[in-house]
């Protein structure tokens, strides 16, 4: 069992430009989330989905699109990439809502120039 | 916004010393969890203590909780140089789920042997 997996692990993109993280899951797991990760402020909920379909947004949204077309997938879109989105991106799944742990991915570092 | 907050943000010991560091939240919880990640790598989950719960073991691990004050501790007893890690509170709003899930800063502890 793979867990979460997030690809790519790392990305460097100029100002401008696209990309999507993929998050995949083998555990079932009906909520996916995606965080952000900056030095000294914790993790930071940018979307998230409770099912097939859902999606849902976070704390910080503005400058991301999700989808979750299958299950096991969670992508993370950035349209217009901002030096500000810099950062280290997590994937987390939960089998329950309330009480549940969270499993991570084991990151990707955007680098935006 | 950040719902726990972890103290002290950093933290060094001697190897075989007890770790001890704290998280204050703001509002009702129904559960906190206690998250390590190593660095360069994804947050893994510890322990979950429930709101009805004052104290949770898990092997070397030692968590308190104390809703009056609004309150966790995480205790590590007889400290390894493989506890080197940041170790993140988190915790969902008592009427909320998983997908409000908020994290802490952290604290970054580091054992020396």
């Known amino acids: 069992n793979a867990g979460v997996t997030q690809t790519p692990k790392f990305r460097v993109l100029k100002t401008g430009q696209s990309m999507t993280l993929l998050c995949a899951q083998d555990m079932n797991h009906e909520y996916m989330y995606w965080y952000r990760q900056d030095p000294g402020m914790g993790l930071r909920l940018i979307h998230y989905?409770?099912?097939?379909?859902?999606?849902a947004k976070g704390e910080v949204p503005d400058g991301y699109n999700v989808s979750r077309l299958k299950k096991q997938n969670f992508l993370l879109g950035l349209e217009s990439a901002a030096p500000s989105q810099t950062s280290v991106y997590f994937c987390?799944?939960?089998?329950?809502?309330?009480?549940?742990?969270?499993?991570f991915g084991e990151g990707s570092r955007l680098t935006v120039l | 916004s950040q719902q726990g907050e972890e103290d002290p943000q950093a933290l060094s010991i001697q190897e075989g010393e007890n770790a001890t560091m704290n998280c204050s939240y703001k509002?009702?919880?129904?559960?906190l969890q206690w998250y390590r990640q190593n660095s360069g790598r994804g947050l893994v989950h510890l322990i979950l203590i429930r709101s009805n719960e004052r104290e949770k073991h898990s092997g070397r691990l030692r968590v308190t909780l104390d809703t009056s004050k609004k309150s966790s501790s995480l205790l590590i007893t007889a400290s390894r140089a493989a506890d080197t890690a940041s170790y993140f509170c988190?915790?969902?709003?008592?009427?909320?789920?998983?997908?409000?899930?908020?994290f802490g800063s952290g604290t970054q502890l580091t054992v020396l042997p």
């Open positions: 989905s409770v099912g097939e379909g859902t999606t």
């Open positions: 509002t009702s919880i129904n559960n």
């Open positions: 988190a915790t969902p709003p008592f009427s909320g789920s998983a997908r409000q899930l908020t």
């Open positions: 987390a799944t939960a089998w329950t809502a309330n009480t549940g742990e969270l499993f």
